[in-house]
């Protein structure tokens, strides 16, 4: 049974959790800064020779479709309801954010440590203004791990027992995962790596952030 002890969203702003909250913006701050750098590297080492797309049994035996308005539109409100969300569900605010940062500082990581080109056909973004963000963040230059499919992945994870949320960030992250290897714009591995990848951010979490996660376990 699920804690009915009452808790807003700016409970997270007193002293009791204050110092957490902060904690939790300082993380993401410095995870998406790594972020950036390691798109830039990504960038940077893509125009060596060396860089070279390679083979997928998967997208050499499917046609490149252009799903630019799901993978890039799509994503962006996505980003928008599910903070919206967590914002509205205190209680597993503070170790989802927590759990965000750890998500897209392992992924910088890798990204970091092996380069591969895009596949050929690729879509091809548009000149719109979510493209121009979707391209300043690099997001086709870091193909390992597919972070479309892999963040509403972790969604799930946290919020497992509630069943719609979960149903929900399941098949968000289906359909960006489906959506990505149609438009050629990740690799096969990248997108069914993505869950594990998720899955161990998921629990390395619950390891670092204890008495975050201890707010939505169910109470005894």
Same mark, same amino acid.
């Given at each position: $049974?699920?804690? &009915?002890?009452?808790?807003?969203?700016?409970?997270?702003? !007193?002293?009791?959790?204050?110092?957490?909250?902060?904690?939790?913006?300082?993380?993401?701050?410095?995870?998406?800064?790594?972020?950036?750098?390691?798109?830039?590297?990504?960038? !940077?080492? $893509?125009?060596? *020779?060396? &860089? %070279? *797309?390679?083979?997928?049994?998967?997208?050499?035996?499917?046609?490149?479709?252009?799903?630019?308005?799901?993978? %890039?539109?799509?994503?962006? %409100?996505?980003?928008?309801?599910? &903070?919206?969300?967590? /914002?509205?569900?205190?209680?597993?605010?503070?170790?989802?954010?927590?759990? /965000?940062? /750890?998500?897209?500082?392992?992924?910088?990581?890798?990204?970091?440590? !092996?380069?591969?080109?895009?596949? *050929?056909?690729?879509?091809?973004?548009?000149?719109? /203004?979510?493209?121009?963000?979707?391209?300043?963040?690099?997001?086709?230059?870091?193909?390992?791990?597919?972070?479309?499919?892999?963040?509403?992945?972790?969604?799930?994870? %946290?919020?497992?027992?509630?069943?719609?949320?979960?149903?929900?960030?399941?098949?968000?992250?289906?359909?960006?995962?489906?959506?990505?290897?149609?438009?050629?714009?990740?690799?096969?591995?990248?997108?069914?790596?993505?869950?594990?990848?998720?899955?161990?951010?998921?629990?390395?979490?619950?390891?670092?952030?204890?008495?975050?996660?201890?707010?939505?376990? *169910?109470?005894?």
């Amino acid at each position: $049974m699920e804690s &009915t002890h009452p808790m807003r969203i700016r409970d997270l702003f !007193t002293a009791k959790w204050r110092d957490s909250l902060i904690a939790a913006g300082v993380l993401l701050f410095v995870s998406y800064l790594l972020e950036h750098f390691a798109n830039v590297y990504a960038f !940077t080492y $893509m125009l060596r *020779p060396t &860089t %070279v *797309p390679v083979g997928d049994i998967i997208l050499d035996n499917i046609p490149a479709i252009d799903l630019n308005f799901i993978i %890039v539109e799509m994503a962006f %409100v996505a980003i928008i309801v599910g &903070t919206l969300f967590v /914002l509205r569900r205190p209680r597993h605010a503070l170790f989802a954010l927590k759990a /965000l940062a /750890l998500f897209v500082s392992v992924r910088a990581l890798c990204t970091s440590l !092996t380069h591969v080109g895009i596949y *050929p056909d690729h879509m091809i973004l548009d000149l719109g /203004l979510f493209d121009t963000i979707y391209r300043y963040l690099n997001f086709q230059t870091g193909l390992f791990f597919s972070g479309h499919t892999g963040l509403p992945f972790l969604l799930a994870l %946290v919020f497992w027992r509630e069943k719609r949320a979960r149903f929900m960030f399941l098949l968000v992250s289906a359909v960006f995962g489906t959506a990505v290897l149609l438009a050629h714009v990740h690799y096969s591995i990248d997108v069914f790596a993505a869950p594990f990848m998720a899955y161990g951010v998921f629990i390395v979490s619950k390891k670092l952030f204890p008495h975050d996660y201890k707010l939505i376990e *169910p109470s005894s």
